[in-house]
């Protein structure tokens, strides 16, 4: 079979922390900062985590190697 491809875009912007989740960072940062409030640009600094349902999608469709493999021993300490 042939090698999957990662979308070029994905891998620009998010990173796969060791434990499998998927870091990135958060939007409305670029521009216009003076119309925003300031709890809204404290909050957006750094990188965030992103949720399940999300991250299942990013690693599934975009980033198809950044996926780690569950061992058995690992899903049954988890469940």
């Known amino acids: 079979m ?10 620009k912007r998010f990173k796969i922390t060791a434990k499998g ?3 990135f960072k ?8 003076m119309n ?3 709890s809204m640009k404290r909050k957006a600094r750094g990188l965030t ?6 991250e299942r999608i990013v690693l599934r469709n ?3 190697y950044g996926r780690k ?3 058995k021993t690992t899903a049954k300490k988890e469940a």
């Open 2 to 11: 042939p090698k999957m491809k990662t979308h070029s875009s994905a891998k």
């Open 21 to 23: 989740k998927v870091k």
């Open 26 to 33: 958060q939007a409305f940062t670029s521009h216009m900062m």
């Open 36 to 38: 925003k409030p300031k």
């Open 49 to 54: 985590t992103m949720s399940k349902t999300d």
């Open 62 to 64: 975009f980033m198809p």
């Open 69 to 71: 493999r569950r061992n």
